[in-house]
């Protein structure tokens, strides 16, 4: 598995379990190791079984928060950069003299890029998880032992494993934002695992979107499109 295909399968089990209202502990760290009930469980996320049981991992351990954000509902690379794209153009309508949107959305990519951008935005999702705190090092060995249970691939594991373990460096992240495009797709993966209310991942936000050098306008944007789409899908 690719990491592109990875990360689709991740928003795809994202908007299945967000749309059910599941606790993200349930479906993650609740997996057995063997037998007919691991089966089963595992059968409930259906085709994005690994990367949902994945998804879980990250953000339910020790915190058992439900996926109810907006942005996860909407699904797959596709509709994150189709969000992206939407907020920066609204958002254009508005500014004067901003130049256009001139990269490439994810979803269009292929081989190599397509590789490299798609590992950008895991690696954004990762350390949003990360910014409220709650992943210390006895969830980090929980995490690692779950991706190693699910039959996770090498590299896609070498990397879960290595930025987990990595210092929490926004700027490091945003520094991979080659185009508006993925500067405004970054953003959106950093908002899937985050709930904004929550001062230390307000703080987080706010710290990438500045290294991403985003306009407030264009940040305020991108999360009412996350909003209005999850509030569209749930509806």
Do not use: C, N
Not at 127 to 146: L, M, T, Y
Not at 209 to 215: E, I, R, Y
Request: net charge negative; aromatic share 2%; no cysteine.
């Amino acid at each position: 598995m690719d990491t592109k295909t990875f990360m689709d399968q991740i928003l795809q089990a994202g908007r299945k379990l967000a749309t059910q209202g599941r606790d993200v502990t349930e479906q993650g760290l609740g997996i057995p190791e063997e037998g007919p009930e691991r089966d089963a469980a595992l059968s409930a996320l259906g085709k994005g079984a690994v990367a949902g049981g994945v998804l879980a991992l990250l953000l339910g351990t020790g915190s058992g928060r439900k996926l109810t954000g907006g942005v996860l509902k909407v699904g797959g690379l596709a509709a994150l950069s189709g969000l992206a794209y939407q907020a920066y153009r609204k958002w254009q309508g508005g500014e004067v003299g901003e130049p256009g949107y001139t990269g490439t959305p994810v979803d269009r990519l292929s081989g190599p890029e397509a590789e490299q951008r798609s590992r950008v935005l895991l690696k954004a999702m990762l350390a949003a998880a990360r910014s409220d705190g709650h992943i210390d090092a006895s969830e980090r060995e929980k995490i690692h032992e779950g991706i190693h249970r699910l039959g996770l691939e090498g590299q896609i594991v070498q990397l879960i494993d290595s930025e987990l373990g990595a210092p929490l460096d926004p700027a490091e992240i945003a520094r991979s934002a080659d185009s508006p495009e993925a500067a405004a797709e970054i953003y959106l993966a950093s908002l899937l695992v985050i709930v904004p209310d929550h001062p230390g991942e307000r703080r987080y936000l706010d710290d990438l979107a500045g290294h991403l050098k985003l306009a407030p306008s264009l940040v305020r944007e991108l999360e009412a499109q996350a909003r209005s789409s999850g509030e569209h899908v749930s509806g």
